[in-house]
Every structure is written in structure tokens, then in C-alpha cells.
């Protein structure tokens, strides 16, 4: 499956792809023809000298001039020539010397030469003995003298076929890993684009670090399957397939040596990756736990520091590290007893069967020396390719299991991108018998109900757990409920879009998120619907223009990674600017002024009484001093709304939220009680 879906992938780049395996075809075809040179070069025109001559009558193409005659070489010699016996003639190699045979030989056999007598032994015992006149150097390049054109021929060709499979080499691995790149490109996008598209509860259960390890080290793994593995198995075939086939042309008992490598490469191949697959699933997994672990201590530094935890998180880590390299190691023993050390030792044994076939006698008299060469330089050719698939193998088995965990994620039920434009909402939000719970049988709201009109402040309030967060989480669609309903201007959310839904909402969290980039950025979330002068005037609603046009980059001041060099408040502003810049229906702040100081709250508060105006906003707030004007308080405990109404009535109540009050108000809580009781009379 894993494989069907990357080769899905690989067929939107199939043009450049094919391109490619196609250089590689000619390249691996140049290469191939260089041995059969050599094979010519060495049995044509080098031991060529050999074969018998024949005495002429007056000089012509390729004669030979030998002491006051002519001859030619029984190859060149035009078809209606003499070749009677007695105008034979034969040069011989003994040795290192060269010799004139004034005949030719009855049979041929071992030599050896003395006092001017060659003496050739055939290997049944017979021996002939002939006349042997040495040859100098001078006499001996003109029985060579033909031939050097021919040779300066073929190795002018033999080196632009290297420099052929050199071009189309380069051609191959440009495209492929063009390619490959556009591919990996390709799937991290669509990766990326998923992981916005997953539902908020997918990343409960899986820390940050693991998907991004997902998007860039497996993907980068899967990269290395088009370049590197693709490539080598490929080239592997077609030099296997031509070399086989080139073998059995040049003779085919050598061929038959070499062709049980092919089931034995595919036996390796299978028993490496039953192996390799077990600790390449471990190793990626390891892989990921690490840089979960390496994402969660940086976004934890501050703590750690003040807590002094380091050598306990270092611990941890060695520990996670010591295991990841040990997994490594098996994984590394593998490659070593399977990989190219293997392949040279059956290499070696080949090549002594076929040297003990030679010598012994099998091959010697049905094998010239020019193909003992084309079969050993085969042979070698044929062993590189093997070595390249064998090394690639751990590639292979890490590119499999890269690419099953990205298909994983991309996988996991996504939440479907609705194309279109939701009018703006009126911001009427009612809850009818609403119970949840993030995990089942654990409810976190209990039969919740409540309508917020347009336009009115709805406050949330109660202890920490007590489902306050819950219920914004339902408005915004981040999980959906399945007992009771949720309705905007009396259309239940679960049949609005996602993204429509949330188009005219806005949020401010306790713990704002900043991009990198500029404050005007994080203001406009780089939406081209929002102007500049929209960005200015949302910062001036909330007060905060003046102070951020002090700073030296004014609003185009750098903004690093969570905001790290601003204030606690002066992220806070930028939360409030953006959900204000985008003008939304409904209005959430949670816990929006728990991390603000006395000062900002007060310039907060007087232009938030402005800008709720015209829109329904919920706010949670521990400090209730902040929510005294909210048209309705819910109180919520364990998840139930247990008193509702607005301060005055909760005051007079004289229950939890009186409680609460009197804890955080002290002295003021009296007066207020007393005030109430006067208006009650």
C-alpha cells in the first residue's frame, strides 16, 4: 500500500522521472559497449599478430614488409586471394619475445625456443619443431604497423562512450533529483497542509515535535528513496540484464557462472529486509521521541532552569539517546554483514572457479584471452551495481517506514476546507442540554444551558476544571458534542462549516500566540482583507498604538518566535488588536486580562466597553472585578451551571459567586452586600 501511494506521487513528475531512467538506460548502454572495445582491441588487433600470413606479390592495403617479401595478415587479406599452405607464415609470442615461423604451425600448443628452434607441444603430447627467427622491435611494429589506426579508432570511441555515459549520468541524476526534490516538496506541502486541517484533539495525543518530525526528517528519508534507491535499483537492472546478455554472447559457460547471482541477490534482499524493517520502525519511532523530547524542553526552559531540572532531563534524554543508538548499532551490525565485504567474497569466488576452469583446462581452448577480459571487466561492472542495491537497502527499509508514518498522518480524518463566504453571523448563541466529555464516561459538562442574545457579555466563572474552557471549545467547533445542541442565530453548529463557523469569531487566550514576524503581521495574520489602517485603528482601539509606534521599528518592529522579547501585556494587546481586526460577531477573552498588570487591564477595560458593543462576547475571568457589568454570569461547578444571573442577583444570592467575590473583594464585598439590601428594601 505504502508503495502504491508513493509511486502516486512519483506519476506527478513522471515526464522528468521517466527522462531520467531513460538517461540512465543510455548511460548504462555507453558503458557497457566499452568492454567489447577492449575485447576487439585486445583479440583483433593486439594478439591479431598471431593469426597466419600470407606471402603477396607486390605491396597492397595492410602488407607487411619482411625481408625483401610482402605479406598479409589472413583477416585483410581480399577473398580471391592465394591461401595455399606454402605461402603461410605465422609470428609467435614465446615469452616476451617475438618470433618468424617461415610456415604454418600442424597445431598449437605450449612453446618454447632454443638455439633457433621454437618447439610447440600440444597438450596430448605430440611436438613440432620449426625454424624461429626473433624479430627486433623495428620489425615487429611493422607486423603492427595495420593495426594502430584501427586502435587509435577504438580507443578514440572507447573514450566517447565514457564521456557519452558521463553526460547522460549527469543528465540522470539532475532529473531524477529534481524530481525526487519535487516530490518530497510536493508531499511536505500536502503533509503541512494537513496537520491545519486535523481536529484540535488529534495533537492531545501527540506532541509537536513528532509531527514536525514527520513533516521534515521522514519526508527527507522518503527524498532519498527517488535519489538514491530509485536510481540504483534501476541502473542495477538494466546493468544486470545487459551484462547477462552480454555474457552469453561473448561465451556461454561463463555466462552460466554468473547467473544463479540474480536469485541469490533476490534472497538477500528479502532476508535483509525481514530484519532491517523490525529496527527501522523502532529506529524512526526513537527518532521521533527525541525530538518530541528536544520541542518540549526548549518550550520548557524557563522551567527547568528555575526548577533546576537539568541533569534529571539530561538523564532522560541520555537514556532515550542510549537507546536510539543501540537500535542504531544492531541496525549498522546488519548493513555490515550484508553489505558490499559479502559481495566481494562471492565476487572472489566466482572469479577463482572461472580462473581454476581456465587453467584447468575446460576454458582454454574455447576462451581467448580478450574474452577472459570482456568477462572479468563484466563481472566487476555487474558487482558494482549489486554492491549499489545491497548498500542501498537500509535506504529502502528507512524510506518504507518514513513514508507509511507520513501517510499515517496524512491519514488521520481530517476537517474538510469549505470554499465560500458565511454572511456575518448576529452572534445569538444558544446551549440546549449540552453534555460532553473528552473521554467517555468522564463528562466535563452536565446538561448545560444558557442563550447569550446579541450583543449581550456573557461571564463564565468557577473553579479550575469546572468546564468553562469546554464550553468555548464547543462554540468554536474544536470538539463537537453529541448529546444536545449548540445554535448560532438558531442554526446548529454541526451543520455550519468549520471555517464559516469561525470566520466572525475572535479570541484572546490567557497565553497569546505570536508568529514570527512584525506586530503589524501578528495583528493581520497576513490577510489582505485586513489594511493597514485597519491594523492601526484596532491598536487604538485597544490602546496600545502609541506604545508600540514608540518602539524603533514601530509597527513593523521585529516580532521572534511566541513573542519572546515583548512583555507579558504588550502580547496581550496584540491578542486583543487581532480579534478586533477581524471585526468578529462573537467575542471570546479567556482569562484575556490574568496576565495583564493593573494599568493595562484599566486601558483594556475602557476600550473593550466600547468594542462590545454590537457584538456577543463570553468572557472567562478568575479576577471578577473584570466582569461586575457582564449582562449574564454562569457559575459553573463540575460542570453543572449551578447560579446564573447578573452581579447584583448572584450579590443578594449569597452563594458560590458571593463566595468568590468575598474571597478576591474583602472588605468591598460588605459594602456591596449592604447596598444590595439596601436596594432589595
Request: hydrophobic share 45%; aromatic share 10%; with cysteine.
Amino acid at each position: 500500500m505504502t508503495g502504491k501511494r508513493l509511486f502516486r506521487y512519483a506519476l506527478l513528475y513522471k515526464k522528468t522521472i521517466i527522462w531520467a531512467l531513460a538517461m540512465l538506460a543510455l548511460a548504462v548502454c555507453a558503458e557497457l559497449l566499452g568492454p567489447l572495445l577492449a575485447k576487439r582491441m585486445i583479440d583483433q588487433n593486439i594478439l591479431g599478430i598471431e593469426k597466419t600470413w600470407y606471402q603477396v606479390q607486390a605491396k597492397q592495403s595492410d602488407a607487411v614488409s619482411y625481408r625483401g617479401n610482402w605479406y598479409v595478415r589472413s583477416d585483410h587479406l581480399p577473398a580471391d586471394a592465394d591461401r595455399s599452405p606454402a605461402l603461410a607464415k605465422r609470428v609467435l609470442q614465446e615469452k616476451r619475445s617475438y618470433y618468424w615461423i617461415d610456415s604454418d604451425l600442424a597445431f598449437d600448443g605450449a612453446r618454447s625456443v632454443a638455439d633457433g628452434t621454437m618447439t610447440v607441444t600440444a597438450k596430448d603430447g605430440r611436438s613440432a619443431q620449426y625454424a624461429a627467427a626473433k624479430l627486433t622491435k623495428a620489425e615487429l611494429y611493422q607486423f603492427y604497423k595495420p593495426e594502430v589506426p584501427m586502435l587509435l579508432q577504438l580507443a578514440a570511441a572507447y573514450f566517447g562512450l565514457l564521456l557519452l555515459a558521463a553526460a547522460f549520468t549527469y543528465g540522470q541524476k539532475l532529473l531524477l533529483q529534481t524530481s525526487a526534490n519535487r516530490i518530497v516538496q510536493r508531499m511536505r506541502e500536502d503533509v503541512f497542509a494537513h496537520t491545519h486541517r486535523l481536529p484540535v484533539q488529534y495533537f492531545d495525543n501527540l506532541p509537536a515535535g513528532k509531527v514536525v518530525s514527520r513533516i521534515t526528517n521522514d519526508t527527507e528519508a522518503v527524498r532519498e528513496l527517488f535519489v538514491a534507491v530509485l536510481a540504483n535499483f534501476f541502473s542495477g537492472i538494466v546493468y544486470m540484464t545487459a551484462i547477462l546478455g552480454a555474457l552469453f554472447l561473448l561465451d556461454t559457460s561463463l555466462a552460466l557462472v554468473a547467473l544463479p547471482l540474480i536469485p541469490m541477490l533476490a534472497i538477500w534482499i528479502v532476508l535483509y529486509r525481514k530484519y532491517a524493517g523490525k529496527l527501522n520502525n523502532v529506529i524512526r519511532a526513537k527518532l521521533s521521541d527525541i525530538n518530541g523530547m528536544i520541542n518540549e524542553s526548549i518550550q520548557g526552559m524557563t522551567i527547568i532552569q528555575a526548577f533546576g531540572r537539568q541533569k534529571k532531563i539530561a538523564k532522560e534524554f541520555d537514556e532515550l539517546n542510549e537507546d536510539y543508538f543501540n537500535h542504531q548499532t544492531k541496525l549498522v551490525s546488519l548493513n555490515s554483514i550484508t553489505s558490499h565485504n559479502l559481495v566481494n567474497v562471492v565476487r572472489n569466488l566466482i572469479f577463482l572457479a572461472v580462473l581454476w576452469m581456465f587453467w584447468g583446462g575446460s576454458l582454454s581452448s574455447a576462451v581467448t584471452v580478450g574474452v577472459l577480459y570482456a568477462f572479468i571487466d563484466y563481472m566487476n561492472r555487474m558487482f558494482q551495481p549489486i554492491v549499489g542495491i545491497v548498500n542501498q537497502l537500509s535506504n529502502l527499509e528507512t524510506a518504507r517506514v518514513s513514508a507509511s508514518r507520513v501517510f499515517e498522518l496524512l491519514d488521520a480524518p481530517g476537517i474538510p476546507v469549505e470554499e465560500g463566504y458565511a454572511p456575518r453571523s448576529g452572534g445569538d448563541v444558544r446551549f440546549e442540554h449540552v453534555t460532553f466529555a473528552y473521554k467517555k464516561g468522564e463528562n466535563v459538562l452536565k446538561d448545560v444551558n444558557f442563550h447569550a442574545r446579541q450583543g449581550e457579555t456573557v461571564a463564565l466563572v468557577g473553579h479550575t476544571g469546572s468546564g468553562k474552557s469546554s464550553i468555548l471549545n464547543l462554540l468554536f467547533r474544536f470538539y463537537d458534542i453529541e448529546e444536545g445542541s449548540i445554535k448560532v442565530d438558531g442554526v446548529d453548529v454541526r451543520d455550519i462549516p468549520k471555517q464559516q463557523l469561525r470566520t466572525h469569531m475572535g479570541i484572546v487566550l490567557q497565553d497569546p500566540f505570536l508568529f514570527t514576524g512584525t506586530i503589524a503581521s501578528n495583528v493581520s495574520l497576513g490577510n489582505p482583507a485586513i489594511t493597514r489602517e485597519r491594523i492601526e485603528q484596532a491598536l487604538r482601539d485597544v490602546g496600545a498604538y502609541d506604545m508600540f509606534m514608540s518602539l524603533p521599528g514601530g509597527l513593523d518592529e521585529p516580532v521572534i518566535e511566541k513573542g519572546a522579547t515583548l512583555s507579558a501585556g504588550q502580547r496581550q494587546l496584540i491578542s486583543f488588536a487581532r480579534a478586533l481586526a477581524y471585526d468578529p460577531a462573537i467575542l471570546i477573552l479567556d482569562e484575556a486580562t490574568a496576565s495583564i498588570d493593573t494599568e493595562t487591564e484599566a486601558i483594556i477595560q475602557a476600550a473593550l466597553d466600547v468594542l462590545k458593543k454590537g457584538r456577543t462576547t463570553f468572557v472567562i475571568a478568575h479576577r471578577l472585578s473584570t466582569i461586575r457589568q457582564a449582562d449574564q454570569i454562569l457559575v459553573l461547578d463540575h460542570g453543572v451551571i449551578v447560579e446564573r444571573g447578573d452581579h447584583e442577583r448572584l450579590m443578594r444570592l449569597q452563594g458560590k459567586y458571593y463566595a468568590m467575590y468575598q474571597l478576591q473583594g474583602g472588605a468591598s464585598v460588605e459594602t456591596d452586600a449592604v447596598a444590595a439590601e439596601s436596594a432589595a428594601n
